[in-house]
């Protein structure tokens, strides 16, 4: 296929590594960010997990009951905005069905190829550019306070080892011999030696850079507000910058995408997952790895000297605000596992938010649209839209250059709900 004209329109990590492969593959890019070039996204402020481990989607086994009994609690890891909107009870509904064992191990596969494929990229990236964003190949330690979880979580270990990716279950005195200079107030915990980490902010320069330095265009402050279109093809999107026309057209644009389609006639269920860290310059104790309060749905990663803590997932809130009883949930919750924090260690502190992209599977949207012949669609990613977006960018560019992908897009079509 001959080199074409792309518009990227969102410049996250998602964004951003489509761009990278499409420039490889010798296509003309231009990114079109609504933000500055100092703009926030969704990927900035997160733990920087590259996760093989989280082999099972959002929508898993257990997690809607779980949901439910939470959902009263506003400091709780899950939480939903209470609002009259027939799109985010739609999602819901959804997101019930999608919750079986059926449809999470049928997922487990590709999940597992996704992020092992991605980890690869990071690698070579890192050897490339001399690892400027602190990939870090330490694996991850999830921790339980009760033996219930302890227990659910070696079922999964188990099924990660039949997936071909090692997992090994610690009792409280393993936990602490793999984690000497950390006190933690623990049953017993999981090692999963896949998983990486890097630092998101610098991840996402580097990667800003890449693209510039392979010709990449970016157009800041640029709003897109629609497409010009006829007889099945989008000729131009339309931004506060001016249209913008191009050959093909790809919208990486996270929570808001399924906005931006929904005038073309395209149902896409997608809602805000809004996550929140903090991140501690001086902290009194430091892991050698990220830790994952597993019951609590906090993470906890090392990052150059600080430590970051961040969690919960509100779902259907659109704004950036600070929610109090979230950072308070992640706070208590970080006490009651880490003994040698105190509250003082957490005052001062910046919370950030950021607004994930859920489909209601858990899975990705990745791959072209049927109805728009030169549209295409890469978010959905939920909590993993860093680990996996080295991974996507590949897949978005093999597509859209006539190549064929390398893992199967079947299960990730963004027109599988019609």
């Keep these: 296929m001959s080199a074409r004209h792309v518009a ?136 339980f306070q009760t033996r219930k979880g302890l227990d659910q979580e070696a079922a999964h270990a188990e099924r990660s080892r039949a997936l071909g990716m090692p997992a090994e279950v610690l009792d409280a005195r393993g936990v602490k011999a793999l984690e000497p200079d950390v006190t933690v107030d623990v049953e017993g915990g999981v090692f999963y030696p896949l998983d990486a980490h890097v630092t998101p902010d610098r991840f996402h320069a580097t990667l800003s850079q890449r693209v510039r330095d392979r010709g990449g265009v ?56 809004k996550g929140y860290s903090m991140t501690m310059p001086a902290p009194p104790e430091m892991p050698a790895r990220p830790l994952l309060l597993q019951e609590v749905r906090v993470a906890i990663t090392p990052m150059d000297g600080v430590l970051r803590f961040g969690g919960t997932l509100e779902l259907g809130a659109w704004d950036a605000e600070i929610n109090p009883p979230r950072i308070r949930g992640i706070v208590r919750s970080a006490l009651r596992h880490l003994p040698a924090f105190r509250e003082e260690h957490f005052r001062g502190l910046r919370p950030w938010s950021g607004l994930r992209p859920c489909s209601p599977d858990g899975l990705p949207y990745v791959g072209r649209f049927r109805r728009w012949e030169n549209l295409s669609m890469a978010t959905g990613h939920a909590m993993m839209g860093l680990s996996m977006s080295l991974i996507t960018g590949r897949l978005v560019a093999e597509q859209l250059s006539g190549e064929r992908p390398s893992l199967d897009l079947t299960l990730l079509d963004p027109d599988r709900y019609g």
Aim: charged share 20%; aromatic share 8%.
């Design 8 to 143: 990227v329109i969102g410049g996250g990590a998602v964004g951003l590594s489509c761009a990278d492969q499409l420039l490889v593959r010798g296509h003309r890019v231009t990114i079109v960010e609504r933000g500055g070039p100092e703009h926030d996204c969704c990927s900035l402020g997160n733990a920087g997990y590259i996760s093989p481990s989280h082999f099972l989607p959002l929508a898993a086994p257990g997690l809607l009951g779980r949901a439910i009994r939470w959902m009263g609690d506003p400091e709780s890891p899950f939480y939903v905005r209470p609002r009259p909107d027939p799109a985010l009870y739609g999602w819901m509904w959804r997101f019930w069905l999608a919750s079986t064992p059926a449809r999470a191990h049928a997922a487990a596969p590709l999940m597992r190829d996704l992020n092992l494929a991605s980890r690869a990229m990071f690698e070579e990236l890192a050897a490339e550019t001399g690892n400027p964003f602190s990939l870090e190949r330490r694996g991850c330690l999830t921790l």
């Design 218 to 273: 970016f157009l800041w402050n640029a709003e897109s507000r629609g497409f010009r279109q006829d007889s099945g093809r989008i000729r131009a999107v339309q931004t506060t910058q001016g249209d913008i026309a191009a050959d093909e057209f790809l919208v990486a644009a996270g929570a808001h995408s399924a906005a931006l389609v929904a005038p073309l006639g395209l149902g896409l269920p997608l809602q805000p997952g």
